[in-house]
């Protein structure tokens, strides 16, 4: 396959930046998207030109570390992370533009990398449980229903990648956030934090300068794992209800 | 909690939901209470009479008027001053554009806002024509009828009620449905149901306040 790659690129944070495009030839169908920026990158480097930095780990689609938005579309257009994408997805000419996420509180470092320290701070502030570690506990020491877990289970799937904060036309971390507040909220082991959690990770997610919902859903539609959109709507309740809470104290 | 719910993005959506649910249910009523022209002059300004004298003896005259009135004005203040705050907070989250854009991911979005702002045009609009009479060209006090179907029989009187009427249900159809949401009553079983309800009660109010002036344009009511 021969395409046409139009790649944003920026020195660093400060600098302007631009789209520039270049030419890739002999490019597999089934070679990963990341594989085909590999070859681009490949053809920089032996003409003398920076490479072009993109983020990525374990091209496994379970780290959540690769991002860019192609052609419009937060890890573009099948359902799934970038590194999981594959050119067989594209056709044999195309021109395909690659952008990095777009949020005032994901800024660009360098060419498609940004930072996305901002979910590791609406994290510590209340995704985890206070528990004593050590050797692993009895499985059976806290029965879980089968319906929690499952629940929980399927909003634990978030990799963190922030593929809904780019696909949000208001820059919006509700569905990140409210995916880590349904898979511990649920459990009896997230239970005795269940208000502080919610009330300070959406105080931090505030903080941050993310966007609010419009529940324009485009979050939920473009999550590789399926997070879906009612998972803000059992937030904004959890939310409710411990500022009720709060307020009775 | 007061301040934890107006300096929350979350907070200010549910100020923003509330607030559209109390305007929502007089819409309603108002609805309903139009439709009473199809039945005679006679009968439609008797209702706007009662309309002065409901809670009666116990209230004064026209005090429950003044009272929904009262809540009226609180309920659209707090509705626009909290969609203004969270767009700006909204455009300002988002400050760089793609250069490969999808128009669809902000249709509901921008419909909302465009449609607020023509709505709030309307509002004041719609109380200097037939409330107060300022704008009206043939106001008479205490006739609401005759002062509906001059206002009907005008060109611009109809464009402007019925375009308002359209946006208010643009409105209504994502705002009911995104106000549960942010009440946090929506859930994945009753999503379809939710979506429903709020596409047939924009269609129904919607189809209900332009029936007026449709009724005048043809006719039926004169
Ligand atoms: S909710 Fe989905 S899109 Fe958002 S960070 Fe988690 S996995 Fe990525
Ligand atoms: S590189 Fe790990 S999810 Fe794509």
Redesign the pocket.
Known sequence: MKLTLRVWRQKNADAEGAMATYEVDGISPDMSF?EMLDVLNEQLILSGEDPVAF????????????SLVINGEAHGPERT????LHMRSFKDGDTIDIEPWRAAAFPVVKDLVVDRSAFDRIIQAGGYITAPTGSAPEAHATPVPKADADYAFEHAEC?G?GACVAACPNGAAMLFTSAKINHLNVLPQGAPERETRVLNMVAQMDEEGFGGCTLTGECATAC?KGIPLTSITNMNKEWLRATRKAAKR | MVRTIWGSTVGKKTVMAVSGLIMLLYLVVHMLGNLKIFFGAGEFNHYAHWLRTIGEPFMHYEWTLWLVRVVLVLAVVAHAVSAYQLSRRDIKARPQKYVHSKPRASYATRTMRWGGVILGLFILWHLLDLTTGTVHTDFQPGRPYQNVVATFSTWYGNVIYIVAMLALGLHIRHGLWSAAQTLGVGSRARDRALKAAANVLALLLTAGFIAVPVGVMTGVVS
Do not use: K, N, V
């Open positions: 990341l983020d990525h780990d374990c091209r496994e689609g379970i780290c959540g570390a690769c992370t970038t590194c999981q990799i990648c590789p």
